[in-house]
């Protein structure tokens, strides 16, 4: 079979290219190693910024899930013990949530329900051979099927090999953290805020979700003593949890499993060699100090689709080393800073010296003090340029 592209792996990542590229008549193959439709209740929520939900209304998924995403309209950050806090109200730039939180099975409900019988998908297929040419791209399924096509997406997540089978660069180390991930339900009600609590061993996020009396919890902690609050006592576990959240929103109670993913750093420094080209974390795989790494991949799908379309209607070859090369540089810029910003804010927070908490908590009093600053950060975390 001949495409225009061929994605590897059914993420979500994938599964969005695949609709983007699609709606613009772009003949699009996915190739998934797993059984689709995903059923993923795994409790995680995600964070999607304001710019993201514009690119998602544009592709026409927003308005699936609209109705069960819980805009954010301010947040708080705070170290520690520390009486030094800084807020960010959406008001400073304008009237929209600085961004929405929607539960990870709501958003996959949205994309098997509407969009996956569309789609050219293969699965579970995986491929056996990859060969490249100046002409196309041949990939050869562990079935013996063959499809041809001018392009190649990688999206198939951190633990692709996709980079070392075609000689792309990848750095990577491990954080030495793990998140544990779960939704708790309090007394009082949310209004709305996110925060950011930073801890000697990592961040605590609490994240707004539907209905006002219920949070998406993202606890970050060195492996060693997630791995111990992993086995505790749902009631120990509580009163773990307190002694971070405190009075918060009142009495505290867990909804659900507990989930715990290591963490760890990966960044390719190099997007596309031939016709293949890494998108999302495949080509970066951050920390989720500030729960930017799915709206980090949204913008990437974005630069494809645009470019590639573009490029379509101009007549240029789409797995080209000029395109390529155009989005990569449309890229760049975006993954390294959000990739070094994410990887300071947890080297810095995380972090007993005197020195250096004396330092933070200067630079928190300089930006709760300035609305310049605030409005800047506030704009680059609602994803907006």
């Known amino acids: 079979m001949n495409y225009d592209v061929i994605i590897s792996g ?65 947040i708080c950050i705070l170290d520690g013990n520390s009486p030094i806090t800084v807020h960010y109200n959406h ?49 050869t ?86 791995k111990m609050l992993m086995n505790l006592p ?23 499993e507990r989930k715990s993913y290591p963490l760890s750093f990966a960044f390719a420094k190099r997007l596309h060699k031939s016709r293949v080209l890494l998108i999302g974390d495949a080509a970066h795989s951050i920390h989720p100090v500030a729960g930017q790494g799915l709206n980090l991949g949204i913008r990437d799908v974005e630069s494809v689709i645009r470019q590639i379309t573009a490029a379509r209607a101009s007549g240029v070859d789409i797995g080209s080393s000029y395109l390529l090369k155009k989005i990569s540089r449309d890229r760049y810029f975006d993954n390294f800073t959000m990739a070094l910003a994410t990887d300071g804010l947890d080297r810095i927070f995380s972090n007993r010296i005197f020195c250096t908490k004396a330092l933070r908590n200067f630079g928190l009093i300089v930006v709760e003090n300035s609305d310049f600053l605030k409005k800047y950060l506030i704009r680059h975390a609602m994803g907006l340029r």
């Not at 749902?234 to 659900?256: D, N, V």
């Open 10 to 74: 059914g993420g979500l990542l994938g599964l969005i290219t695949a609709i983007g590229l699609s709606n613009d008549s772009v003949s699009v193959a996915v190739i998934e190693k797993n059984n689709l439709p995903h059923v993923i209740d795994d409790n995680r929520a995600f964070a999607i910024s304001q710019g993201s939900k514009k690119i998602l209304e544009k592709l026409g998924i927003w308005q699936f899930v609209e109705s069960e995403a819980e805009p954010i309209f301010d």
């Open 91 to 139: 008001k400073m730039v304008g009237a929209e949530p600085m961004g929405y939180i929607i539960n990870n099975v709501i958003i996959w409900n949205a994309i098997n329900n509407n969009f996956l019988s569309k789609l050219n998908i293969y699965f579970p297929r995986s491929y056996k051979t990859i060969a490249c040419d100046s002409g196309c791209v041949e990939v």
């Open 141 to 226: 399924l562990d079935n013996n099927q063959q499809s041809i096509s001018s392009l190649l997406i990688c999206a198939e997540g951190k633990n692709s090999k996709l980079p070392e089978l075609f000689s792309m660069p990848v750095m990577k180390f491990d954080y030495r953290q793990s998140s544990i991930v779960f939704n708790v339900e309090h007394e009082l009600h949310h209004q709305n805020l996110a925060v950011e609590w930073f801890f000697p061993g990592g961040p605590l996020a609490i994240l707004p979700m539907k209905g006002g009396y219920a949070s998406s919890i993202v606890w970050t902690e060195r492996s060693e003593i997630s």
């Open 234 to 256: 749902e009631e120990e576990f509580i009163i773990e949890l307190k002694k971070r959240f405190g009075s918060y929103f009142g009495e505290i109670k867990l909804e659900g």
